[in-house]
Each structure stands twice: as C-alpha cells, then as structure tokens.
C-alpha cells in the first residue's frame, strides 16, 4: 500500500461520515447492508445483539437456508456484509436528530453523521407470565406453527390463551396435529363466539376452562399443562402468543406516524419501507408482528434497493441545480 493509499483509509476510518446507517443488524438489517454495500455506498450497522429469534434453535421456511440455526444465519451475513465493506459495530442507538442529515448517538461510540437511516430494531416478545414458559420458549414452548409446526407435527399440543383471539392459533396449529387442547387460561368461555366454538369443534379442539398454573417437566422436557385446580393435561408442546412490543422509540422521536394494530403500534410504511419521515427507511419486524426471517430480508432488500436510486437522484438534481 502506498502512502495516497495509506491516508485515504486513515481518513475514511476516522470519517464519521456515512451514506446510510442501518440501525439493527437482524435479517434485515443485513440484508440491506449487502444491497448498500453492493451499490457502493459507505454503509455503517449499529446492532444491539439481540436478535428475536435467538432463543430458537432453528429456522424454517427460509429457502436454501430451511433448518439453519439464526445464530449461523446472521454469522454468515455479518461475513457476507464485511466483503463489501460495511462496517458493523455492536452497540445501541440511543438517539437520533436532523439537522439537513442524520445525527446518530450511540450508548458507546462517538456520533456519527448518515445521509439516510434504516430502522431495523424489530420487537420484543412479553410471554404469559405463567411458570415454566419462558424457561422453555424456543424449545417446547413455541409460537409459530409455520416455524416450528413440520417439527413437532402430530405430538399432544397445547394453546395457551392470552384473549379470545388466541382462537385462531388453537384452529392454526390443527393442521400440524389433530391432538390439540386449547387451555383458555383466563379468558372466560362466554368470550368465544359461536362461531369460535363451532370451528374449534371441527378442528377437534378441545376447549378447556380454567386458569394454567404452571408447566410440567421431566427430564428437560414438558410433560403437561397444570391447571390452578391440580388437574394436569399431559401435552408435549404448547403454543402461547406473545405480547409483542414493537421498538418504535427512535421512529416516534423523529416523528414517525404510526398505525395501531391488535399487535401494536407500527410506522407507516408504503411498498419500500419508507416511513412518513423523509430520508427514514423502516424494515423487518419493525413494521409488523408477522414478519418471518425471510420477509425480513426482503423488505431490507427494498428498502436498500429504494435508497440507492434515492440518493444517486438527489446527488444528480443537486449537480445540475448547482
């Protein structure tokens, strides 16, 4: 290397200076960094490690990659990412100004400037606060049929209800296994509607009242379902829903506008991801409760993809304006 050299990579290190930071180093957040990198644009990864799916073991449904586990996955895109020169960095952001581009302030690093953001922060899971379940989440205590359905298919099931709308989990879950008891927890029988009972007759659901009391195990593996009154229903997975807590905190300072769902509050978005904010990106399971990995990645994708031509047009439209 010669000296030119030499002190073009000591100035760009020491630039704080980014085209885009992508705030989240989850599936979409890599995804995105690849495109960026890709295009050539100096692209910075702020990510806090913790991912929504790291208690799993496993990820399904992705393909080419059905099976791998999410800690490999994201291995392999921090590798993938480096080729091209984005730069990750483990932290967490803790807040965001404009002044004509971005500042973003970190918990441990210096600020740095972006043209650009990407907000990839995804969401929290509040589990049934019942004992047992959050020890066992990811394992045999499950969420996601189309995650883990094919793996667990005809074993007993359990559903755990959090509301009444824990009944379209209990029917889902049918179709992995005709052995499915749906425990209503503390949702009161007279809260299904008629139509409820009548689907989760057909499905051959069977509906049991009364509140969960805690998670039976043996030898590392659930055995049942107790119920406060000491029954016990031998079951060897049960589904429970989770509370999902978006992590919208940077989009609502920036002012983000966002749309209340039965899951949460979410940025409003259209086809690339584009917040109401201009110049703010938003991706993953920052945008909805049902984003899967690989809808993850492709919205990272879109959103990259949309602020390459975004920023080549600006630079363009200031060069002929000037």
């Known amino acids: 290397m010669n000296e030119t050299d030499k002190n073009e990579n000591h100035d760009r290190i020491h630039d704080d200076r980014y085209d885009v930071v992508v705030v989240g180093g989850g599936a979409a957040g890599l995804s995105a960094a690849l495109v960026l990198g890709r295009a050539r644009l100096r692209t910075l990864v702020v ?42 960095v483990r932290d967490r952001v803790t807040e965001v100004s404009r002044d004509g581009d971005f500042t973003v302030v970190r918990d441990a690093g210096r600020p740095v ?12 899971d509040e589990l049934p606060e019942v004992p047992g379940v959050a020890e066992r989440f990811g394992r045999d205590v499950l969420h996601c049929p189309f995650c883990h359905g094919w793996e667990v298919r005809d074993e007993p099931f359990g559903v755990l209800a959090s509301s009444a709308m824990s009944v379209h989990q209990a029917l889902m879950v049918s179709q992995w296994s005709k052995d ?29 009242p009364g509140e969960v009391a805690e998670l039976v195990t043996e030898d590392d593996r659930l055995t049942g379902v107790r119920l406060a009154d000491g029954t016990t229903h031998a079951r060897s997975v049960l589904f429970a829903g989770p509370r999902p807590v978006p992590q919208t905190g940077l ?21 690339t991801g584009l917040t109401t904010v201009p110049g703010v990106w938003a991706a993953g399971n920052a945008i909805g409760f049902g984003e899967q990995v690989v809808h993850a990645a492709s919205g990272g994708y879109r959103a990259a993809a949309a602020i390459v031509g975004d920023l080549l047009m600006s630079d363009l439209d200031a060069a002929v304006s000037g």
């Open 47 to 88: 990510d806090a490690g913790e991912p929504r799916n790291a208690p799993s073991s496993h990820m399904q449904g992705y393909l080419s990659r059905d099976g791998m586990s999410p800690a490999e996955f994201l291995a392999l895109g921090r590798e993938e990412i480096a080729r091209y020169g984005v730069e990750l």
């Open 113 to 124: 400037r972006a043209r650009r953001l990407i907000v990839a922060t995804g969401l929290k």
């Open 180 to 208: 499915v008891t749906f425990f209503l927890h503390r949702v009161a029988e007279d809260e299904l509607s008629d139509q409820d009972l009548r689907r989760l007759a057909a499905a051959g659901v069977d509906v049991v």
């Open 251 to 271: 989009l609502e300072r920036l002012g983000a506008e966002l749309n209340e769902t039965p899951f949460g509050a979410y940025p409003v978005v259209d086809q």
